[in-house]
């Protein structure tokens, strides 16, 4: 590794090392979600099961009334 003038060795790592952590703090922080998100996430897969609930429904009438 070559070496820069006037810098120093360890605090380059420091630097790198604080990037990582603030990437990872990053990375947390996007995949945890707030209690507004978990509400709207919940009532929007509500949403689409019965969505899909009604649709199968719908299916097995329409086979009930063409046999």
Do not use: C
């Given at each position: 590794?070559t070496?820069?003038?006037g810098?120093?060795?360890?605090?380059?790592?420091?630097?790198?090392?604080?990037?990582?952590?603030?990437i990872i703090?990053?990375?947390?922080?996007?995949?945890?979600?707030?209690?507004?998100?978990?509400?709207?996430?919940?009532k929007k897969?509500?949403?689409?099961?019965?969505e899909?609930?009604?649709?199968?429904?719908?299916?097995?009438?329409?086979?009930?009334?063409?046999?």
């Amino acid at each position: 590794m070559t070496k820069a003038v006037g810098t120093n060795v360890e605090e380059e790592q420091g630097w790198e090392k604080k990037g990582m952590d603030e990437i990872i703090w990053l990375s947390r922080r996007m995949r945890t979600t707030t209690p507004e998100e978990k509400k709207k996430k919940k009532k929007k897969k509500k949403k689409k099961k019965k969505e899909e609930e009604e649709e199968r429904d719908f299916v097995l009438r329409s086979a009930n009334r063409s046999q």
